[in-house]
Every structure is written in structure tokens, then in C-alpha cells.
């Protein structure tokens, strides 16, 4: 029998097996434990990623229904990173000085290659991610996920919320056209708001936040080259920061709140697993097997079992991606059909009129018409406090995770839509139609309507309105459905006239095609 | 999770084509590299690229030689599509001052519609091509233009002497002769750019007596200093934009600036014009303008009807033709005076800063058609617009034999408070001699009418007020109005003119009234009234003269 020679490799030979097994080691170094082919290895795959890891390694079932998220908060993280990816190309060739600025967004418009449809998938994924905040705050309030323990993580969500809305609003004035000066015009006067208040009690001359928060925000009593440069660094630097701050513990916080939210009868009613999701505890741990000593409080699976989990590799991540590539395309139709807005170079001595905020704000603007300090200042602080003690007034638990809280709610919110819709439209007609205070009685004291103006008027009906819910349903969370119900409705009214049906000076048009002059 | 796998594959799939069209609009879409590819050098097939021409300083990047290859810098001899064409050749260098700079229209864009400015948002778009000369006016004043008379005067005097035979303007005359030679003299057509040699006729003259031969034998002959002082002017403004000068010299014809100011000179009733020719077409009002929504449209239109175009514009109906509209038309496009770079200020506008030249020229018979001729008519015989007070007339012997100069002088100094007239002595005005330039013309004008002068002092009459009130209410108040306040006829409680005008202008006007004009002399009796007595019209005199001191 012949043992072959073990021959000693030529250094050569080591240097090409090397070579050859370059690609496998590379791999291999990256993704230390292997393919995520058995549960070990998709446990590791998920947590030994620094970008995975904040995922449990295993989702429940109930988490990947449709319906449960629609996928809205991950929508929006997709268009976030939509616009981050476009607006760090697009900040290649843009010049933030004014005149120099508009003529790099026609650069980026006509010579830039794929300038164009960079920009136009900037400007939708940054619309798109507005909707998709509003939305997915919307699913996040409707299935009572504020409710304890995650009421931090609601006022996380707050904060984000506003950033997006800064982020959108501080690059609506880069491109330095008409569109972008008048609207941050209207957008520094309504910072100035509060002078409404302080003229009126004639103390603006030592006591001006109004005119301190518009200089703050100019950085000189005009929309300038300061104003310019503000919004550049706020808009591609500090907000984006913040952003993505708050997201990392928006995030964390989803898992240390104990996951995201299901019902508490979600396994009984999910149809009977599949093969491949198959438990990994076949019974209810009685403890916890982490950090016990140091973390307050118990892990999710304690006390629950047999769960009802998949691997969130790959269940969950390709319901991410779908998302992703669902948000990106949307996006990137958008951006074929229409093109990004660029009218005509900035011109402080031409208003546009009507010179128009972002369309988000137009509702806001819509009640600035009535009282710029209400309007501006007032009703959003009242509604951003509102939301921020939403999960600190309602304390029930019943129909956590359910959409509208179960039975019963859908109705409830049926009304509120009834009434939200209604009372805004018919306050809506009245001042169209009729007038308000000042038409009525030329004398009247700015103050009064600074105090009684349709915004308010709108704002107690609605709270008079919830607290009535409150008292019928005997529940909290009726009337906290019904109040958001009510803004919300409240919210696209106003937003849908300002938006179509207000022409120059602020009045009322059925349509741009009656405007004077056009 | 099936779902999800599906929704990922289809979204992927979905980004990726859409991905992939909007790689081919970038590459396949652009009309300028077709008419690239489409084009010949004489070195073969072009370089396919975004070409452009940069001037920081004008603050331009111009695309439009990336389909207009032939006008980019360096290219020649480029054939293809009707596009590619050279620039006609030009006082400027395109590659130095580039396209939008006197085209107008959008340098940075790189498509059709962009780029000539006809879409939304594009404040400034090309000056159509029949208007293309307005261009100039983005840089240049061009002084000293006569009106329509003076032009005309000093072409046909040009012609007349038949300096075409031997010169070339505009494309006209320079005879070749056959087999080679001829147009003896040269082009023209610019020399009021650079100036022409001042001695030119003393030249021509020598010349002359010196040939022994034609062409200088005999066809050069004596010419009268009234003709060369025409020939003169006309040759300053061959600056090659002969239509833009028409249209100056035709604007000098109308006594716009009675009204309106351009360049800081003019009246205060109509809006300022320095920049009209910039007006954004998305600011203007086309709904009862016919044709395309461009600026030139909107003037024509305006011109014709001033009313129809802009609700309640106080500007009359000035009767215009077609030709006259056109030429307006043109000269309102041109008034887009921009900063300039110091380095690019040319010497008409630096002369207009520095030294307050002004754009029409400064004899009597222009600044009278510039200025006056808009109320007082061309003839200075007055004019009369629907819907307001007629203009005096004030080249009639009856005004001009009892005006004094120096009367004439003050109301153009001072105006007439509250009414039409403005003064002209401000900033905005006439300098002194101006004024009286404008005074001895209009002397011209009424057929060389000096003053009739008599020994009386400037205030003698002593009649009865309270009998020139009667008088005055039962004769002059129905179109002076009750307080004088002026109606059909000219206000009397002017203080203005109360203070400048003497006895006699009044006594003589009353008496023997005005040619031509509603004003009948009363000491002649008329169907509807009887004939007033010399003391009567001093009583009147006497009580009109108390509203000199009264509120």
C-alpha cells in the first residue's frame, strides 16, 4: 500500500491557495458565524450586526401581519435614508449664497447628469416621509401603542416628528426662488406671532419673543444670505443629527419597552403556525435568563409562552427590505411624473402672492389668517402638549394593540371623523362666507380675536367635544380617540383649503383658475 | 412571509426599470446631443458635449451653443441642422459676451423651451427675433437720438447726396463696380460706435480738388453746413441697430416722457419705464391679449388699448398704427438696463451716469416731441383724449403774441399745481437751456409769432370783483368751472398761473380768445350770450386775481 508523499507546499503554491481562498476568508471575517442557514447562526447573523442588532433575533408572527404596522415607521426610516443618500449628492454641487444658490439648483436642474431625478427624489422622499410620520403616528396612536410602558418612546416619536417637519422646512428655502423666500417669509413671521399678543399689550418694545424667535431663525431682520446659511447648516447637519439621535433610541426603546405591541390575545387568534415557525420554548420560561441581577423589571418572554416567534432572519427583514424598496419606489415614480418646484429667482421687492408655506404648514398658515399668535404659537403648543400627555391621561390597558381598541372603537371613531370633518368645514364656511369679529365689529381689540378666533373656537369645540366622549363612554381612551380623531380631521380641512382653495390675499377661491389677474 | 418575498421582488424589480428609463431619458433624451451627433466640422463629426460659454464677470454660463454649436467659440464651418448656423457677424464677440446677455432667455438651461425662456417661472425669456435688437439696451443708452423729423431729415439728406454711391450702410449702396474694385468709401454701417473723422468734409473736399480721375473728378460736390450738421447727426446713431434708433426717434416723436420717466428724466403720471422692457411676463395680465403670453404681445396690445390690458390705467388712446406700435413696442423691449461690471460699461453709459447725458437729443424741435408733443400735440396745437380735460393749445399766434417768454419759461419751470403739467425744473426736469430751446421752438412752431409788446406794467387792471363775480359765473364757469377750478378749459385759481401771467394775457385772451380752441372771444357776441364790455372783462380779470391770495 502506498502512502502518497505529503509534499511540502512551494510558498507559491501557499501565496495562490491564499489568493484563491481570499473571497471565502473576506467573507468569512465579515459574517463571523457562518450562512443563516440553522437558528444559531440567524440568531448571530442578527446580532452580531451592528446595524441589525437592534432587532430581537426572533419577531412574532403577529408583528409581521400587514396590518399590524404597515410597515409606516420602517416607510419612514426609508425615506429618510432616501433623502440622506440624495442629499448628501445633491450637497455636491449646491452653493448655499444666495443668487449662487439657484443657479446651482438650474446646474443641478440642467447639467448635472441625473441631477434632475436626484433632486426630484429628494424632494418626494422628503413629502414622503412627512406623510409617512403623520401616518405611522396615526397607526401608533390608533392601536394605543403610547400606552405603558412606551409612553417615552410616544414623545420620542414627538420629537421626531417635529424634526422631520424642521428638516422638510428648512430645505424648502435652499433653492432661493420665489417659492422657497416667500414661504420662509411666512415661516418667520409666523415665528414672530407672539409680537400679536405683546403689540397688543403694547410691551413689544421690552419684551419681544416674536422678534427674538424670527431673528434666531434669520439671523437678520430679512430673509438673507444668514437666513440662507442657518437653514443650510440646519437642514444638512444639526437636524439630520438630532434625527438620527433620536432615532437610534426610538428604536432601542421599541425593544426595551417590551417589543412592539400586540394584543394580549394575539397568539390565540393568529392561524396555526406553518412548519417552519416552530418555537423555540415550548413552554413559558418561569424567569428570565438575562442580566437579572441588573436589569429592572422582566424580559418580554417571561411568563409567556409557548410563544409565537419566527427568526427575524430572514421573516423580518425581508418584510424591512420589501418596505424599503416599496418606499424607494414610490419615490422614484414620483420623481418620473413630476419634477421638483424651481420658480423664479428669489425677488424680496415681488411677494408671491399668495405667498404660501410648505403644504404642511398651510393649515397652520390657514389659522395664522385668522390670528397669527393662535395660529402660529398657541394651538400648536396646545396640540403638541395634548399629544405629549395622550399616554400620560389614558391609563387603561384593555385593547392595547388592537386597531381603535377593538369593538366599539371604529364606530366611535366613525363620529369623531362625523364631527371633526364637520366642525371644521362649517367654522370654515361661516368666516368664508360671513366674516369673523373684525368684519362684524371694525372696533374690536386685537386681543379679543386673538382669544376668539374660528382656530379657537375650532380647538373647544374639539376639546368640549372629548371631554363629552369621556364622560358618555366613561373612558379616557374614548375621549383621547376621539380628540385625535377630531385634530386630525381638523388638521387636512385646513390643510386642504390652504392648500386649494386660498388664492391671493388669502381668500377664498373654488379654484386658481378664478385668481384674479391669471 | 411569502408576501413580503413578493413585494420586495416586484418593488426591486418595479426600481430597477424605473431606474433603468430614467437612465435613458438622461443618455437618449436630451435634444442637444442628437443635434451634436447630427453635425459635421470640417474635421469630421463633432465631439459630443455640454458646451458652453462663461463670462463670471456678466454672470452667465450660456448652454445655447450646446445645440447653436456653430455660434460656440472656436467652432467653424459646422453643418447640420438649420441650428448649428455661425452668428451673423456682430459688433461683440459672442464668445465673449455670450447669448442671454442681449438675447435674454435662460443660459443655464439645457433644453428648447427651458432655455428660451417660453415656460413658467422664467422672468426674463427671449427677446423674439423681430425685437432682437432691444438687446442693446441691456448695456447701452445710445445717446442723443433726434426725433422721427431728425432722423429722417438726416437720411434723406445722407441719400439726397447720394453718399451711397461710394458708401455702404446698412447693406445699402457701396456700388461694386464690375470686374472688381468700387465702394471707394467705407461701411457705415457702425461708424457711430467709434466716431468718425471730425474733419471728414474738409477730407472729402481736398480730395476732390486733388483727382484727376473718377470717382473723385465729379461726384463729390459741395455740401451746405445745414446738410452736414444732418449728415452729422445721422451718422452718430449708425451704431448697427438701425430699428432700434427708429424706434428711439419714434418714441422721441410721441412725448411719452410728459407722462412717463426713463433714465430718471419725465413726468410723474405714468409709471417709471427705466426697466419696462424687464417686466416678468408671469407678473403680466394676458387674458384679453391675442397670441402667445410673451411681453411684446402684451405691449402691443397695450399700446392699442391701454384700458382693455390694465383696469383703470389712466393712459390715453394715442391712436397709433401698426408701424408706430411696433417701433414702441421695440423701444419699451430695450429699456432692460442692467448693473453692469465696471470693466463692461460702455462709454454712452458712462456718459449718461457720469455727465447726466441724455438718451433723446437736446435741440428744441426733439425735447418738444419727446416731452411735449404727448398733450400739447406734435403741432403744439393741443390735443384732446376721451375721457380727459383737452391740452391746451399753445403754438397759436392768439397765445404766443400775449405770452412773453419769460411766462412761457416759469409755467414750464413751475407747471401747473393739481393739473397735467408738471415741473420741470427738478432733478427730473430740463436744465435752463433746455427750456429755452424749447421755448424758441415753439415760437418756431406758431410761425415765428414773437410777442406783441406793449408799454403797460404787468398789473394795471382795476375792475369791479363784485361785479366779476356775476360776470364770471354767468361766462366762464361752465368750463372753467365755479371756483375756477378748471373742467373743459384750463384752471384759473392756479396760483401758478396767476402769479406768472399778466393783465394783459388775460385781457387779450377774455377779449380775443383763442384760435382754435372752445375759447371764443367775448368782446364779440356769440348766439347764446352777449358781448362783454372792456370793463367788464377787467371786473372779471380783477376777481379771477383774488384767487392768487385766497385758499
Known amino acids: ?518 | 412571509m411569502n408576501k413580503n418575498k413578493h413585494l420586495l421582488l416586484w418593488s426591486s424589480l418595479g426600481v430597477f426599470l424605473l431606474l433603468f428609463v430614467a437612465a435613458g431619458q438622461e443618455e437618449f433624451g436630451k435634444e442637444w446631443r442628437s443635434i451634436q451627433k447630427a453635425s459635421r466640422s470640417s474635421e469630421g463629426a463633432l465631439d459630443v458635449r455640454l458646451r458652453q460659454i462663461v463670462n463670471p464677470t456678466l454672470g452667465i454660463s450660456d448652454r445655447c451653443v450646446s445645440c447653436h454649436v456653430g455660434m460656440a467659440p472656436g467652432e467653424s464651418g459646422i453643418t447640420g441642422a438649420a441650428v448649428t448656423a455661425a452668428h451673423k457677424n456682430v459688433v461683440h464677440q459672442t464668445a465673449d459676451y455670450g447669448c442671454t446677455t442681449c438675447h435674454g432667455g435662460q443660459g443655464r438651461a439645457t433644453e428648447k423651451a427651458d432655455a428660451h425662456g417660453t415656460v413658467h417661472f422664467w422672468p426674463q425669456p427671449m427677446l423674439p427675433m423681430k425685437y432682437s435688437q432691444a438687446g442693446c439696451g441691456t448695456c447701452h443708452s445710445s445717446l442723443n437720438v433726434p426725433n422721427l423729423a431728425g432722423l429722417e431729415k438726416g437720411r434723406s439728406a445722407f441719400e439726397r447726396l447720394d453718399c451711397l454711391a461710394c458708401h455702404r450702410v446698412e447693406g445699402r449702396g457701396g456700388t461694386i463696380r464690375p470686374g472688381g474694385g468700387g465702394m471707394e468709401g467705407p461701411d457705415l454701417s457702425h461708424v457711430g460706435v467709434k466716431g468718425y473723422v471730425a474733419n471728414w468734409y474738409d477730407a472729402h473736399v481736398q480730395r476732390h480738388e486733388q483727382a484727376a480721375e473718377l470717382p473723385w473728378k465729379n461726384s463729390f460736390g459741395a455740401i451746405s453746413e445745414a446738410d452736414r450738421a444732418a449728415l452729422s447727426d445721422y451718422l452718430a446713431t449708425r451704431v448697427g441697430a438701425s430699428k432700434l434708433i427708429e424706434a428711439k426717434a419714434q418714441f422721441n416723436s410721441l412725448g411719452c416722457l410728459g407722462c412717463h420717466k426713463v433714465s430718471g428724466v419725465g413726468g410723474d403720471a405714468g409709471p417709471d419705464l427705466s426697466r419696462a422692457g424687464e417686466k416678468d411676463p408671469g407678473q403680466a395680465n394676458f387674458t384679453h391679449v391675442p397670441g402667445a403670453p410673451i411681453l411684446s404681445n402684451w405691449l402691443g396690445e397695450h399700446f392699442r388699448s391701454p384700458l382693455g390690458i390694465v383696469p383703470g390705467s389712466q393712459m390715453p388712446m394715442m391712436g397709433l398704427n401698426e408701424k408706430q406700435i411696433d417701433l414702441l413696442t421695440m423701444y419699451v423691449l430695450s429699456l432692460r438696463r442692467r448693473e453692469l461690471p465696471g470693466a463692461y460699461l460702455p462709454k454712452d453709459r458712462v456718459s449718461a451716469l457720469r455727465f447726466g447725458a441724455r438718451e433723446f437729443a437736446t435741440d428744441g424741435a426733439t425735447i418738444f416731441s419727446a416731452i411735449c408733443a404727448g398733450c400739447h400735440g406734435a403741432d403744439g396745437k393741443g390735443a384732446r383724449y376721451p375721457g380727459i380735460p383737452p391740452f391746451p393749445n399753445i403754438a397759436g399766434p392768439d397765445f404766443l403774441q400775449v405770452a412773453s417768454d419769460e411766462f412761457i419759461t416759469e409755467t414750464i419751470k413751475q407747471g401747473r399745481p393739481g393739473r397735467k403739467m408738471p415741473s420741470w425744473s427738478s432733478e427730473a426736469g430740463l436744465k435752463p437751456e433746455e427750456i429755452a430751446r424749447v421755448v424758441a421752438y415753439l415760437r418756431q412752431l406758431g410761425g415765428n409769432t414773437a410777442l406783441v409788446t406793449d408799454t403797460n406794467p404787468p398789473r394795471w387792471v382795476k375792475g369791479n370783483a363784485a361785479e366779476g363775480v356775476k360776470l364770471f359765473a354767468a361766462n366762464c364757469s361752465g368750463c372753467h368751472g365755479a371756483k375756477g377750478e378748471g373742467g373743459e378749459g384750463p384752471a384759473l385759481n392756479n396760483k401758478v398761473l396767476l402769479s406768472t401771467a399778466n393783465d394783459r394775457f388775460f385781457v387779450e385772451t377774455i377779449g380775443k380768445g383763442r384760435r382754435g380752441t372752445a375759447m371764443k372771444g367775448f368782446l364779440e357776441p356769440s348766439p347764446v350770450r352777449r358781448a362783454l364790455t372792456q370793463a367788464e372783462i377787467e371786473s372779471i380779470i380783477t376777481f379771477i386775481r383774488n384767487w392768487e391770495t385766497k385758499k
Open chain 1, 1 to 518: 500500500m502506498n502512502t502518497p508523499m505529503i509534499e511540502p507546499r512551494s510558498a507559491l503554491q501557499v501565496f495562490r491557495d491564499n489568493l484563491l481562498a481570499a473571497p471565502r476568508r473576506l467573507r468569512d471575517a465579515m459574517f463571523r458565524s457562518g450562512k443563516p442557514t440553522t437558528d444559531r447562526t440567524r440568531s448571530t447573523f442578527v446580532f452580531g450586526n451592528v446595524f441589525l442588532h437592534l432587532h430581537s433575533v426572533r419577531t412574532h408572527r403577529w408583528n409581521l401581519r400587514w396590518t399590524t404596522t404597515m410597515g409606516l415607521g420602517i416607510a419612514t426610516t426609508a425615506a429618510f435614508l432616501i433623502t440622506l443618500v440624495t442629499g448628501v449628492l445633491l450637497m455636491f454641487y449646491y452653493k448655499p449664497y444666495p443668487d449662487a444658490a439657484y443657479d446651482s439648483i438650474k446646474d443641478i436642474h440642467f447639467v448635472v447628469p441625473t441631477g434632475r431625478f436626484i433632486r426630484n427624489i429628494h424632494r418626494w422622499a422628503a413629502n414622503v416621509m412627512v406623510v409617512a410620520v403623520i401616518l405611522h403616528m396615526a397607526r401608533t396612536f390608533y392601536t394605543a401603542a403610547y400606552r405603558r410602558p412606551r409612553e417615552f418612546n410616544w414623545l420620542i416619536g414627538m420629537g421626531l416628528f417635529v424634526i422631520t417637519l424642521g428638516l422638510s422646512f428648512t430645505g424648502y428655502l435652499l433653492p432661493w426662488d420665489q417659492l422657497a423666500y416667500w414661504a420662509i417669509t411666512i415661516g418667520a413671521n409666523i415665528a414672530q406671532s407672539p409680537r400679536e399678543v405683546t403689540d397688543a399689550l403694547n410691551m413689544t418694545e421690552w419684551f419681544d419673543p416674536g422678534g427674538f424667535q424670527r431673528l434666531l431663525l434669520l439671523g437678520s431682520d430679512i430673509v438673507g444670505d444668514e437666513a440662507l446659511i442657518r437653514f443650510y447648516l440646519l437642514h444638512v447637519m444639526i437636524l439630520p443629527l438630532a434625527l438620527v439621535a433620536l432615532m437610534a433610541v426610538h428604536f432601542w426603546r421599541i425593544r426595551k419597552d417590551g417589543g412592539m405591541v400586540r394584543p394580549a390575545d394575539a397568539d390565540g387568534r393568529l392561524e396555526s403556525r406553518k412548519e417552519e415557525t416552530y418555537p423555540v420554548f415550548t413552554e413559558a420560561p418561569k424567569k428570565t435568563y438575562q442580566l437579572a441581577a441588573i436589569v429592572k423589571g422582566k424580559t418580554s418572554v417571561v411568563n409567556r409562552g409557548p410563544e409565537n416567534t419566527v427568526p427575524s432572519m430572514p421573516h423580518l427583514f425581508y418584510a424591512e427590505l420589501a418596505v424599503l424598496m416599496l418606499t424607494t419606489l414610490i419615490c422614484i415614480g414620483l420623481s418620473l411624473l413630476s419634477d421638483a418646484p424651481l420658480k423664479e429667482l428669489a425677488n424680496p421687492a415681488v411677494p408671491e402672492n399668495p405667498a404660501k408655506a410648505p403644504w404642511y404648514f398651510l393649515g397652520l398658515q390657514e389659522m395664522v389668517a385668522f390670528s397669527a399668535f393662535m395660529g402660529g404659537i398657541g394651538i400648536p403648543s396646545i396640540v403638541i402638549i395634548g399629544l405629549g400627555l395622550i399616554p400620560f391621561l389614558d391609563r387603561e390597558e384593555q385593547g392595547t394593540g388592537e386597531w381603535f381598541g377593538g369593538a366599539g372603537g371604529w364606530p366611535l371613531v366613525k363620529q369623531a371623523m362625523v364631527v371633526g370633518f364637520g366642525a371644521s368645514i362649517l367654522i370654515e364656511a361661516l368666516v368664508i362666507r360671513f366674516g369673523w369679529l373684525r368684519e362684524w365689529f371694525p372696533a374690536v381689540p386685537q386681543l379679543v380675536i386673538t382669544a376668539i378666533n374660528p382656530g379657537t373656537v375650532l380647538t373647544l369645540v374639539y376639546a368640549l367635544y372629548s371631554v363629552w366622549l369621556v364622560r358618555r363612554y366613561n373612558s379616557t381612551r374614548a375621549g383621547a380617540l376621539g380628540l385625535f380623531t377630531v385634530f386630525l380631521c381638523g388638521f387636512v380641512v385646513l390643510t386642504i383649503i390652504g392648500t386649494y382653495f386660498r388664492g391671493p390675499n388669502w381668500e377664498f377661491f373654488w379654484s386658481p383658475a378664478d385668481w384674479p389677474g391669471h
